[in-house]
């Protein structure tokens, strides 16, 4: 099983953490711009199958805030994100733990399509929307992701 | 209002992310710790989403490293909140703060069953994921049986049904015996007829779990596998968003081949014969590409391809060609595809002959050792070592000597640990052998241990042909300029031993090689000095007729060191120096070294020990079973070393010395004539070689009044071997096993009466360990019987035969035990009154055609039941006037092992006798204090008094007190059997009688001393 996701910046800080397990093994890492992106799993998974789940986290990502930067994790990790420019108007809050548990659940490889990763993300952001239409304020805040 | 709050968190992330330093950060983290307190504290006017805000704080803080010992309680209760974001933050900072053991999980099961049974489907999906995040017990126990319904229910979306499938896998792995899984064999071959490929990989994942746990109930899944495999390898009906890179999910085509991985084999020959196509496909089909994730993709089912086509053992000719591949693969440019190419090698040796082919690609491996990835020379390393054998040793081992000039340090003390190890396994001839071992310490001797000189010293010691050339090439090396530490120990050592062999070539006079070992004397440490002096000692003894100069000047060092601050070379030197000066008495004590007894080689051992990697494990597994593959290793197969297993381990010959097969006997009783003591241990061999090596050399100039007690010992060692082997297997019996014990038993057995746990019996089947717990009069044993084969072994059968003395209860001993998997059985023992009886274990198995059985002795004695107790002098006097009645037992003991008194009192504490140092005035008088449990006696105080000769250390006096008669005798005796050397058993049973006691010294009466003797 998968033990750990952990992604990192090139200083070493972490940007994700998610353990599933707490026993080492071995790991693979793939490296993008500023971040590294770690997996850590025992000997029942097979190391370049791993590395590709790497590849299909990075890329819904990727499509979820067009063309994900470090940034993103750090201020997505939580927030209610509107993004002006986008035509779906609000993606989702908790967004990087909402994909990653769309992709890796308790160990385990749950979906490999990103096209159903995003799809399911969608709705849970629709869903959000939804309930927060009332209250939500729209505001830009794509000021933070070109600090 | 929700978005300010929100804001606070972009806030407080901006704040954290402008801190200059780490004080900074934990400063206004403790900040807004200080702040969420005192939110939560007045709960009431938290509206929902504020609490949903904090608890976010929290978690972000929680990333940071910082505890967060609070606010649970508001996470868990998010969980019940109507609408979806707070429920959705509160499932998901549940499950990334809590753990299964979490008490407040317990309030939120009923709504996480809720959310599960309801019909709301994103409330099921995160339901479902908080509870395969955590899996706790209790979360099983109430939940299971909704996540199996959720899996199977046809009316559910895929979405849910793929998140119940690993939701259960998840609580079944944590809590097999919870979730009850029978009679899901069939519904799991309903689901692998799943057409959505996310279910699909989701229920593979669990197949996988079940598989693993009890194969045997899902045989009905292994045909759907395979049709699943095909499905995808023929790219059929597989929907374009699962497609990665053109493969089609290469996930779940790694996860199906691991399944049927799981199945031990594949007894259908149509199953059998439609995977294969299969698997040759992707064999076939792979080839490398420019795209970095195709190649990773592809690859990835490549080489789960390879893993099964090795478990389910094909045809020659589809490994040959799985080779083939790998070939290729060590070969290309992506460093992890060469990594992988290069582990799977190795993996490959271990199952059939396809060493050969792996041969053809040895070049290739070796250019690996220069790879700029470190990991990958790893690898190439293992795999080097693994396929070496006696046709490409030279080369390999070579090679390995080449690189360990280049190689990084960290690398240095394994390159050269498993040179030394090929070097000595596929010597073809053994100054080859030698040359090697010494360009090792040429090249790296920082990372060549103790262990590796020792055994070159073993080899040159134990064949003839050798010496002289081996001499020749330390003194070769004798030369250079600056040479490593090790090297001196071993030239130093080569050259008094062997260098007198040298005597008429050139540069290699007594003088000559006197004066260029002396040249490095300065530079050594202490150690190394005291070889060196050794080594001045055997070539003033090897100069005959002696040079008076070389004499003068070797008196002069012995005479130097002999105020030497070091103990051990202040000893040689004083001997050495008196020694010497006696003349033809140097003869005989500096006589050349025996041979060695053969063993084990400590490396091989170390290697074995040090071992972490399996496939580096298994490898030297390999190495080890594959004993007769080299024409050359010939092992001599002396009864007295035992066991045919160990014979692959077994010193190498050349084999035209086999005429000379029986040197070891004759060579041990030269040893005991010329008068040095019994160096040669008789009995199998140990892993200790520094005991071998400097042993001999501290005991060449023993102290005179040692070489006179000498009579007395020899005797006694000779009858050492056969009295161990009739008291190793208590009645003796019909003995007629084939199947020969490793190691001596009555060795181990007597090791186990003063320890609690190790090794009582093994063969090159089973290995029985005990480990024992004691507790007053009361003992619990359990005994590991280890099946060391690949097959199982039968019929096994325990029966304790206990003597009266004690209650045993042995716990069920299974009939079978499995290839490679060890049994424990508890031993219950209850001790009921004094006794030496030993309990015997009457221990039977089957493997094969073989019948073995053995009897064993327990070490349930005497000793275990006793608790060392301190007893101060206040308590001591009135309790032994107190117990000086009728019971007190006195008696002189003949025959003692001499041994000094320090070590005596180290025996008696290891009886657990507690020796009370400074109570009686005179040194050479111990006594000693404990109590004895048993049923009848409850616990009884026993004393002990021993008094020692110092004139004749084979004798002494020894009395028991306590307060019971029969203890005090069975204790008397019990010591006495252990201070009488262990092997001479045979006088045992007669002890001496009492003779006249020694006239005690008379001293004043306030004296404890002499109240004592008074007492007596």
């Known amino acids: ?147 | 209002m929700a978005l300010s709050g929100m804001r606070g968190l972009s806030v407080f992330i901006s704040d954290i992310r402008n801190c200059q330093n780490k004080e900074q950060e934990r400063l206004r983290v403790d900040k807004e710790l200080g702040n969420v307190r005192t939110r939560f504290k007045n709960e009431k006017g938290l509206s929902p989403y504020e609490k949903k805000k904090y608890v976010w704080k929290m978690l972000y803080i929680y990333m940071l490293g910082y505890d967060v010992d609070f606010g649970h309680m508001e996470a868990v209760s998010l969980i019940s909140a109507p609408k979806y974001p707070e429920k959705q933050v509160g499932y998901i900072v549940t499950a990334c703060l809590l753990n299964e053991n979490h008490d407040f999980l317990r309030l939120a099961i009923n709504t996480v069953r809720n959310d599960i049974i309801g019909r709301n489907e994103t409330f099921q999906c995160l339901a479902l994921t908080m509870v395969g995040n955590i899996g706790g017990r209790e979360f099983a126990e109430s939940l299971a049986p909704d996540v199996q319904k959720l899996l199977i229910s046809s009316s559910c979306r895929p979405l849910v049904r793929k998140k119940a499938a690993l939701c259960l896998l998840r609580l079944f792995r944590k809590n097999p015996d919870v979730v009850n899984v029978d009679g899901w064999a069939d519904r799991m071959a309903q689901l692998l007829d799943e057409r959505d490929l996310g279910v699909l990989t989701s229920s593979m994942s669990l197949l996988v779990a079940l598989v693993a746990n009890n194969h045997e109930a899902y045989w009905s899944s292994l045909p759907k596998c395979v049709k699943t495999l095909e499905r995808l390898a023929r790219n059929q009906d597989i929907p374009q968003e699962y497609t990665y890179y053109g493969i089609p999910s290469p996930w779940l085509q790694v996860k199906t081949m691991r399944a049927l991985q799981y199945f031990p084999t594949i007894e259908d020959p149509n199953t059998r014969r439609a995977l294969f196509e299969v698997l040759q496909r992707i064999l076939m089909g792979t080839d490398v590409v420019k795209n970095v994730n195709k190649n990773n993709a592809s690859h990835a089912v490549l080489f789960e391809a390879l893993a099964l086509v090795m478990h389910l053992d094909a045809e020659k000719e589809m490994m040959s060609q799985c080779v083939a591949l790998l070939g290729k693969f060590i070969a290309v440019r992506e460093p992890n595809i060469r990594y992988l190419g290069l582990e799977n090698m190795s993996r490959m040796l271990l199952v059939t002959d396809v060493q050969d082919i792996i041969k053809r690609h040895q070049a290739q491996i070796i250019t690996s050792l220069k790879d700029p990835d470190i990991s990958i020379r790893r690898r190439a390393l293992d795999l080097l070592y693994g396929m070496c054998d006696i046709t490409n040793a030279k080369d390999i081992v070579e090679e390995l000597l080449q690189y360990l000039s280049t190689a990084e340090f960290a690398m240095r003390e394994e390159l050269s640990l498993k040179a030394a190890i090929l070097a000595e396994k596929f010597a073809p001839d053994l100054s080859w052998y030698v040359d090697v071992i010494l360009q090792l310490i040429d090249k790296a001797g920082d990372f060549v241990s103790d262990d590796i000189w020792f055994r070159v010293v073993q080899f040159v010691t134990n064949n003839e042909d050798l010496q002289p050339y081996a001499a020749a090439k330390a003194r070769e090396y004798l030369d250079k300029p600056a040479i490593h530490e090790t090297m001196v120990k071993v030239s130093a050592y080569l050259l008094g031993e062997f260098g007198h062999l040298l005597a008429r070539r050139p540069g290699c006079s007594p003088k000559e090689i006197f004066s260029i070992i002396h040249e490095k004397l300065p530079t050594v440490s202490s150690f190394t000095v005291s070889i060196l002096l050794s080594t001045y000692a055997k070539i003033l003894m090897h100069t005959q007729p002696p040079d008076p100069e070389l004499q003068n000047q070797i008196w002069a060092i012995f005479n130097k060191y002999e105020s030497c601050i070091d103990a051990e070379i202040q000893q040689r030197a004083v001997e050495y120096h008196a020694m010497s000066r006696k003349g033809a008495a140097l003869m005989d004590i500096l006589a050349e070294m025996p041979k060695f007894p053969e063993r084990q080689s400590a490396l091989i051992k170390k290697a074995e020990d040090t071992e972490v990697d399996t496939a580096e494990l298994s490898a030297i597994r390999l190495r080890a079973q594959q004993q007769t593959s080299s024409a050359l290793v010939v092992t001599d197969q002396r009864p007295a070393n035992g066991t045919p297993s160990n014979t692959q381990l077994g010193l190498v010959k050349i084999p035209s010395m086999s005429s000379n097969v029986d040197h070891n006997l004759p060579d041990q009783d030269i040893s005991h004539e010329n008068g040095t003591l019994s160096i040669v241990d008789p009995q199998p061999p140990s892993a200790d070689l520094l005991v071998d090596l400097l042993g001999p050399l501290a005991i060449e100039g023993p102290p005179s009044s040692d070489v006179q007690s000498q009579p007395n010992i020899v005797p006694g060692f000779e009858d050492a071997p056969n009295a161990a082997e009739a008291t190793a297997i208590v009645p003796v019996g019909e003995q007629a096993n084939s199947v020969q014990p490793i190691g001596n038993i009555a060795e181990r057995f007597h090791a186990l009466c003063l320890k609690d746990s190790g090794v009582l019996y093994e063969d090159p089947n089973i290995q029985i360990g005990i480990k024992a717990e004691w507790r007053a009069h009361q003992g619990r044993l359990v005994l590991f019987l280890g099946n060391k084969n690949t097959g199982p072994l039968v019929s096994v059968q325990a029966i304790i035969l206990p003597p009266s003395y004690l209650k045993m209860e042995l716990s069920l001993v299974p009939e079978t035990i499995p290839p490679r998997a060890q049994v424990q059985c508890p031993l219950e023992v209850v001790n009921l009154r004094p006794s030496r009886d030993v309990a015997v274990l009457d221990f039977s198995y089957k493997f094969g055609i073989d019948m073995v059985n053995v009897k064993l002795r327990l070490p349930v004695v005497l000793n275990k039941f006793l608790q060392p107790i301190p007893v101060s002098a206040e308590e001591f006097f009135p309790q032994w006037r107190s117990l000086s009645g009728p019971p007190l037992k006195l008696q002189v003991v003949r025959g003692v092992r001499p041994m000094p008194l320090l070590d005596m009192a180290n025996l008696l504490n290891n009886l657990r006798l507690m020796v009370c140092s400074g109570l009686d005035p005179n040194p050479n008088n111990l006594v000693a204090s404990t109590s004895f449990y048993s049923e009848s006696t409850r616990a009884m105080l026993c004393l002990v008094r021993i008094e020692t000769d110092p004139a004749d250390r084979t004798q002494l006096r020894m009395t028991v007190a306590s307060g019971d008669p029969t203890l005090t005798f069975e204790l008397k005796e019990f010591i006495k059997e252990q201070l009488v050397s262990i092997p001479t058993v045979s006088r045992a049973p007669t002890p001496a009688p009492p003779v006249p006691q020694p006239t005690s010294p008379v001293a004043a009466l306030t004296d404890p001393g002499a109240m004592l003797a008074g007492l007596l």
């Open chain 1, 1 to 147: 099983m998968i033990r750990a996701v952990m992604v990192m910046n090139t200083q070493g800080k972490a940007r994700l953490a998610k353990f599933y397990d707490f026993q080492d093994s071995r790991l693979v890492y793939k490296h993008y711009a500023t971040l590294y992106f770690v997996l850590v799993f025992d000997s029942s998974e097979n190391e370049l199958a791993m590395l590709d789940l790497i590849q299909v986290f990075v890329e819904t990502l990727d499509k979820c805030f067009k063309n994900v930067c470090e940034l993103d994790l750090v201020f997505n990790y939580s927030k209610v994100f509107n993004d002006e420019f986008s035509l779906n108007p609000i993606l989702t809050g908790e967004k990087i733990h909402t994909i990653l548990d769309e992709i890796i659940f308790g160990g385990q490889v749950l979906e490999t399509s990103s096209t159903e990763v995003m799809k399911a993300v969608e709705e849970i952001s629709r869903l959000e929307t939804a309930s927060n239409s009332i209250t939500l304020v729209p505001k830009a805040v794509s000021g933070w992701r070109n600090r």
